[in-house]
T-cell receptor, first 114, second 112 residues
Framework: AQSVSQHNHHVILSEAASLELGCNYSYGGTVNLFWYVQYPGQHLQLLLKYFSGDPLVKGIKGFEAEFIKSKFSFNLRKPSVQWSDTAEYFCAVILYNQGGKLIFGQGTELSVKP | DSGVTQTPKHLITATGQRVTLRCSPRSGDLSVYWYQQSLDQGLQFLIQYYNGEERAKGNILERFSAQQFPDLHSELNLSSLELGDSALYFC???????????FGPGTRLTVL
């Protein structure tokens, strides 16, 4: 079955540290890729997305992600995190042959210490 | 604000009861999706409607059903509720299928 795997369940960083969250998916066909963020007590917000073209995509709040097709990966990065980045981050994919359902990873909880 | 609205925000009910959750998509979006978020299962896709028709089905229990009305709003009906149905239920909408989905604020269901 198709799945999305996020390597880190909980990441703790100090402010100004660099961030990289891993995401791998298992599907050989065409996919659309997303990162969503969920701040405490809030709903999911779109950080960035990749449909096609330049595999390095930039999102909101200084986040970026790189799609590496050969590795089935879509890792999220930020050069310098802030306390306000404390949230849960979800990687998700849409499989072209299975309608529009999003398949989510387990989520990574990021805690940024001031 | 994503433009997707959900009501109610919170719902507390008893086992065996039936509830209805409502979702209004963003203006212009034809697809509506329902997801369940729980601590043990994470975010799970339940069902998708596109312009009134069921398009895809996920891990949705037989006790659950949904529909999308001509004005494109959607309702998720949960019946014979069990303690394990306690979760956050999110609605999302998109223009078509496989497009970016925008999520509503969710309905937190507590079954006592």
């Amino acid at each position: 079955a198709q799945s999305v795997s996020q390597h880190n369940h909980h990441v703790i960083l100090s402010e100004a540290a660099s961030l990289e969250l891993g995401c791998n998916y298992s599907y050989g066909g065409t996919v659309n890729l997303f990162w969503y963020v969920q701040y405490p007590g809030q709903h999911l917000q779109l950080l960035l997305k990749y449909f096609s073209g330049d595999p390095l995509v930039k999102g909101i709040k200084g986040f970026e992600a790189e799609f590496i097709k050969s590795k089935f990966s879509f890792n999220l990065r930020k050069p310098s995190v802030q306390w306000s980045d404390t949230a849960e981050y979800f990687c998700a994919v849409i499989l072209y042959n299975q309608g529009g359902k999003l398949i989510f990873g387990q989520g990574t909880e990021l805690s940024v210490k001031p | 604000d994503s433009g997707v609205t959900q009501t109610p925000k919170h719902l507390i009910t008893a086992t065996g009861q039936r509830v209805t959750l409502r979702c209004s998509p963003r203006s212009g979006d034809l697809s509506v999706y329902w997801y369940q978020q729980s601590l043990d299962q994470g975010l799970q896709f339940l069902i998708q409607y596109y312009n009134g028709e069921e398009r895809a089905k996920g891990n949705i229990l037989e006790r659950f059903s949904a529909q999308q009305f001509p004005d494109l709003h959607s309702e998720l009906n949960l019946s014979s509720l069990e303690l394990g149905d306690s979760a956050l239920y999110f609605c999302a909408s998109s223009v078509g299928t496989a497009d970016t989905q925008y999520f509503g604020p969710g309905t937190r269901l507590t079954v006592l």
